[in-house]
């Protein structure tokens, strides 16, 4: 069974730092693009970050671009998310989530972690 | 940036077929996936592929691609389907999510 769960949420305050962890298991972890997805409260999905096998590549949102940092260690199946520089509009559920795919351009999200809520206040 | 268009909700009867629509530039040259969310819950993978569905979800829910839109098709809809439903594709290296639907089932 595969399944993922996210740790390192807390309270922050702006301009502050922030590490998320997604362990992974149950599946070739090491074969995969990992991703984070966040959900602002009473919010929408929005895609964050995600990374290839490796670390070959690594994509961001805009608006995390300088700030948010995606690692992953194969070893210990598991993925991460440096937060620096936080802001308010960051506040939001984070999910760690396994990116399947069918073909190039064909991607998805597979599986999600129950998410780890981060609240960036004063 | 690439940027999709979902109504905000639909309504649908008990036993009736609700559609979503999701719409984007060129949508239509690129893959789909749908996603359903429950209060509270993670979202959980629906259609990909833009009509395939996972194992383990119902084939109720199907998925279609034409022109800019693809469609959520829901057929028979119950209770347990009120949820929020979110597309989801893939430009330049980004993933982009719609903004949402909420499916009200009177």
């Known amino acids: 069974e595969v399944q993922l769960v996210e740790s390192g949420g807390g309270l922050v305050q702006p301009g502050g730092s922030l590490r998320l962890s997604c362990a992974g298991s149950?599946?070739?972890?090491?074969?995969?693009?990992m991703s984070w997805v966040r959900q602002a409260p009473g919010k929408g999905l929005e895609w964050v970050a995600n990374?290839?096998?490796?670390?070959?590549?690594?994509n961001y949102v805009d608006s995390v671009k300088g700030r948010f940092i995606i690692s992953r260690d194969d070893a210990k199946n598991s993925v991460f998310l440096q937060m620096n520089n936080l802001r308010v509009e960051d506040t939001a559920v984070y999910y760690c989530a396994r990116r399947g795919v069918v073909g190039w351009g064909s991607y998805y999200f597979d599986f999600w972690g129950p998410g780890a809520l981060v609240t960036v206040s004063s | 940036s690439y940027a999709l268009t979902q109504p905000p909700s639909v309504s649908v009867s008990p036993g009736q077929t609700a559609s979503i629509t999701c719409s984007g530039d060129?949508?239509?040259?690129?893959?789909t996936s749908w996603y359903q969310q429950t209060p509270g819950q993670s979202p959980v993978l629906i259609i990909y592929?833009?009509?395939k569905r996972p194992s383990g979800i119902p084939e109720r829910f199907s998925g279609s691609t034409s022109g800019n839109t693809a469609t959520l098709t829901i057929r028979g809809t119950q209770a347990m389907d009120e949820a929020d439903y979110y597309c989801q594709t893939w430009d330049s290296r980004t993933e982009v999510f719609g903004p949402g639907t909420k499916v009200t089932v009177l």
């Open positions: 592929h833009d009509d």
């Open positions: 990374i290839k096998e490796d670390e070959g590549e690594k």
């Open positions: 149950g599946f070739t972890f090491r074969s995969y693009w």
């Open positions: 060129k949508l239509g040259n690129k893959y």
